[in-house]
């Protein structure tokens, strides 16, 4: 029995996944706040490449570059770990995780469309640019460019892709800790609406086709005493007939032994 209730409720969210994706495919409007979503993490993403370029470039052409002396630096590393310098040596295994990773924040971007709180969608847009960034050096040059350093506190080498991940996630645990149980419970009532809704449709459309049935129904009985009434009645007509005809013959008969009788009297005579 539960065998039997479990393949029902997994085939129950397969043909809910289906009808999710098909309306999400067909929704408009979905597309285009995620295509601009993914605009603003283009632009976080082209920061990225443009500060690489000219301040990497220029550090690693020309040295150190001063901004507050002793406080924070431009200075170029290689990194062939993950942020910060962690992982060093794992770029082939890093670049994979990453690229299924952004694969993935790609899908619930398009997917988690009607989670519109303004944290979750800044945390996904953030961590998308920060990741594809470092993606990009990686698949590129086999390493990561990193290039601002707090040299006051000896912190690890990073870059702006470094920054959007870091910011990213903060603002994401943000969002689970204080707007994620509220906005799920929104959401959940408005698919009870939504199923309560389509229910009543349901309800009415099978009320109105079982009217119709019945009028269908009647109108067929209708039909059928028409030619019921017709039948009996043509059957009463033949019956009159046939005794008009019966009364007829027996008229004749009668008649005919009169006659006969009446001949063999005047013979008699």
Do not use: P
């Not at 408009?28 to 690489?52: F, M, S």
């Not at 470039?57 to 150190?64: I, P």
């Not at 040059?141 to 910011?167: H, K, M, P, Q, W």
């Amino acid at each position: 029995m539960n065998n039997t209730q479990d393949k029902k409720s997994g085939k129950e969210m397969i043909n809910e996944m289906k009808i999710a994706l098909k309306t999400a495919i067909r929704d408009k409007k979905r597309w285009l706040i995620c295509l601009t979503e993914i605009l603003i993490a283009g632009v976080l993403l082209a920061i990225d490449l443009l500060t690489k370029h000219f301040i990497y470039g220029e550090c690693k052409a020309n040295g150190r570059i001063n901004i507050i002396e002793g406080v924070i630096c431009f200075e170029a590393v290689e990194n062939t770990g993950a942020s910060f310098g962690i992982f060093q040596g794992n770029t082939l295994s890093l670049a994979i995780v990453s690229l299924v990773c952004a694969a993935v924040l790609l899908i619930f971007l398009f997917y988690s469309y009607k989670r519109r709180n303004l944290w979750l969608r800044s945390a996904l847009i953030l961590i998308l640019a920060g990741a594809t960034g470092n993606i990009i050096d990686r698949l590129a040059l086999g390493y990561v460019r990193d290039f601002v350093y707090f040299e006051l506190i000896d912190f690890a080498v990073f870059n702006f892709a470094d920054s959007c991940l870091t910011v990213g996630t903060i603002v994401l645990i943000i969002y689970v800790l204080f707007f994620y149980s509220k906005e799920e419970k929104e959401l959940q009532e408005k698919k009870k609406k939504e199923k309560a809704a389509l229910t009543a449709e349901s309800a009415t459309s099978d009320v109105t086709n079982a009217g119709a049935d019945s009028v269908k129904m009647e109108s067929e009985g209708s039909e059928d005493k028409s030619e019921n009434s017709e039948a009996n009645e043509s059957i009463t007509v033949k019956d009159g007939k046939k005794e008009e005809e019966a009364i007829t013959e027996e008229r004749k008969t009668a008649e005919c032994k009169d006659k006969e009788t009446s001949g063999t009297e005047e013979n008699n005579g």
